[in-house]
């Protein structure tokens, strides 16, 4: 499925990958390819992204890697769409 | 005949005038470039929060976020002019001090109205009628989301708390590096975002459609702020870069004719001292 991450400041991140977790206000939860549609608001906390993915230089640094090798943002807010096998994360 | 010492003296400081404004120029055009980006790379995302919102509120009932669409009686108004913090950029910020004086006397004649300005320059030009109730201008030092959002967060909170019926921000808005385009916009109360309903896919809401509007409509709010400011900073060295440009223009025409005044004095002299040798020497012949 495809990932876009927006933040106000810069595009973090768009590309292909295989799951992605968020920090929803009701609790964590991940999703895979063919996901439902789902509208969320996310809260404080860390979106892990799992899959072969390249990182745009520029912003390289606001990401870190996690133990299982997933890459990891943290975030203080944002809103979450998923439609369509396309995941779309507005990050504050 | 002009004093060749004073033509010299006019001309090396027209040039040096010159060396400055060229100099700003390219200062300027540099930042325009950085700022232009600033403005590209937060479209998707002003885009697609106003995308989100509108076909959320549109299968909404009415009245939700009403904190912040709530209409008042008009009694109290603030504007909120962003300006630069400095000057040198031709009309750039007397074109915002002239809207909002036009504001004041044609639209809000009967209202009390109070700045919250944003730049050196708008604080300037309206301490003088003592309504100016906060001034943020060290949000230019570091433009950031973060800091944006806390003044949209003071504004939103004195809408709410009832201190203010009305906000309006105006600016100027980026539209090339030589076009601005003044713009005055309603912050608060909310203007209701007309979209279509599409059918919403039969999402999953977390936690409720209600609930997600509610915490995007605040968000859409310091957008539109950041979005402001950010055009305006554009807008601020498109400007400066164009006066910039006019000023070396008119230095290089006046250094140009100040040089040929120079030669025809020179030349004079010469003839001059020529005609005085030859003189002399046909005076000692006889």
């Known amino acids: 499925m495809y990932l876009e991450i927006v933040s106000p400041e810069a595009t973090l991140f768009s590309g292909e990958v295989t799951s992605v977790s968020v920090p929803g206000v009701n609790g964590e939860f991940q999703m895979l390819n063919n996901h439902a549609p789902v509208v969320s608001i996310l809260k404080e906390g860390t979106v892990k992204i799992a899959g072969n993915i390249e990182l745009n230089e520029d912003v390289q640094d606001k990401f870190s890697k996690g133990n299982a090798g997933e890459t990891l943002l943290k975030i203080n807010s944002g809103t979450l769409e998923m439609k369509d096998n396309k995941v779309i994360v507005l990050a504050d | 005949m002009a004093n060749l010492k004073e033509i010299r003296n006019r001309i090396s400081s027209v040039s040096s005038t010159m060396q400055i404004t060229s100099a700003m120029k390219m200062v300027s055009a540099a930042k325009l470039k950085k700022a232009q980006d600033a403005i590209t790379a937060m479209r998707p995302y002003a885009d697609k929060l106003t995308e989100l919102l509108q076909s959320l509120s549109a299968t909404l009932d009415a009245d939700s976020g009403s ?157 539109q702020l950041y979005k402001g400011i950010r055009d305006s900073f554009a807008s601020e060295h498109g400007a400066r870069m164009t006066a910039m440009h006019k000023a070396t223009d008119n230095a290089t025409e006046l250094r140009d004719q100040l040089k040929l005044t120079y030669n025809k004095a020179r030349q004079a002299a010469i003839t001059n001292e020529i005609l005085e040798i030859v003189g002399g020497a046909e005076a000692l012949n006889n």
């Open chain 2, 67 to 223: 904190a912040y669409s709530e209409q008042r009686e008009l009694k109290k108004v603030l504007i909120v002019p962003i300006t630069s913090n400095r000057g040198l950029a031709g009309a750039f910020n007397s074109n915002i001090i002239k809207e909002v004086n036009r504001l004041v006397s044609e639209t809000y004649a009967n209202q009390e109205v109070s700045y919250l300005t944003i730049g050196k320059k708008a604080n300037d030009a309206f301490k003088k009628t003592n309504n100016v109730i906060d001034n943020k201008s060290e949000v230019y030092d570091d433009l950031t989301f973060d800091n944006v959002a806390e003044i949209a967060q003071l504004l939103m909170d004195k809408f709410v708390a009832g201190e203010f019926d009305k906000i309006e921000i105006v600016y100027n808005k980026f539209k090339n590096a030589a076009t601005q385009i003044v713009m005055t916009e309603q912050f608060l109360p909310i203007v209701p975002v007309e979209g279509e309903a599409n059918a919403n896919a039969d999402y999953i809401f977390e936690p409720s459609k209600l609930e997600i509007v509610e915490e995007l409509i605040p968000k859409s709010l310091k957008t």
